[in-house]
C-alpha cells in the first residue's frame, strides 16, 4: 500500500473521530469537530499532491478517494441536520447529489468504464466553498442569515459544478484490475 492510499483510509477512520468529536462537545462552537474536517481535508489534498508527484496513482485510490470525502461529508451534513444547524431541504439536495455521484460512478465502474473528467477549476472552488460553509455552521459565525446564504449558494454552485463535470467527462475502460 503506498502512501497516498494510507492517508485516503486515514480519512475513512476520521469520519468516528469527527463524529465523537461533534456529538462530545456540549459547546455551540465545535471547534474539536472542525480540527477533524480540516485534518480531513488537508489529508485529501496530500494525497492527491503525493500521487500525482510520486507517480502513484491507483485505480484503488481513485475509486476510494471520493467515496472517503463523500463519506465525510455525508457524516457531516448529517450531524448538521440533526443538531438543527442546516435545514431539510439543503441537507437532502446535497446528500442527494453526493449519492448521485456515488451511484454514478459505481454505475460506470460495475459497467468496466471509468469516469475521466476534464480538469477544472469548478470542483476546487465547490470544495472550499463547502468547506467555509461547513466551517461558517459548525462554528456558529458569523449568524443565521449567512450561515443559510452560505448553505444554498453551495448547494446551487455544487449542482453547477456537477453539471459541468459530466457535460465534461470521457468515459473510458477500466483496467481489470482492483488492486
Known amino acids: 500500500m503506498n ?22 462537545t456540549a459547546s455551540e462552537h465545535k471547534v474539536a469537530a472542525w480540527c477533524v474536517l480540516l485534518l480531513a481535508g488537508l489529508t485529501d489534498v ?23 470525502d463523500k463519506s465525510m461529508m455525508l457524516a457531516v451534513l448529517f450531524s448538521l441536520l440533526q443538531s438543527g444547524r442546516v435545514p431539510w431541504l439543503v441537507a437532502g439536495l446535497l446528500v442527494l447529489r453526493d449519492a448521485g455521484m456515488i451511484v454514478g460512478a459505481a454505475y460506470f465502474h ?11 477549476r ?6 472550499c466553498c463547502y468547506y467555509l460553509t461547513i466551517s461558517a455552521v459548525m462554528l456558529a459565525w458569523p449568524g443565521p442569515r449567512v450561515e443559510l446564504g452560505l448553505l444554498w449558494f453551495t448547494v ?24
Open 3 to 24: 502512501l497516498p492510499n494510507a492517508l485516503t483510509l486515514f480519512r475513512f477512520a476520521l469520519i468516528p473521530v469527527y463524529l465523537w468529536a461533534f456529538y462530545g
Open 46 to 68: 496530500l494525497d492527491g499532491y503525493l500521487a500525482r508527484k510520486r507517480g502513484q496513482t491507483t485505480l484503488t485510490g481513485q475509486l476510494l478517494d471520493p467515496l472517503a
Open 110 to 120: 460495475l459497467r468496466g468504464k471509468r469516469a475521466v473528467p476534464k480538469a477544472n
Open 122 to 127: 469548478w470542483g476546487k472552488a465547490t470544495t
Open 156 to 179: 446551487v454552485l455544487s449542482y453547477v459544478t456537477t453539471w459541468i463535470y459530466a457535460a465534461g467527462m470521457d468515459l473510458i475502460e477500466a483496467p481489470r484490475r482492483v488492486l
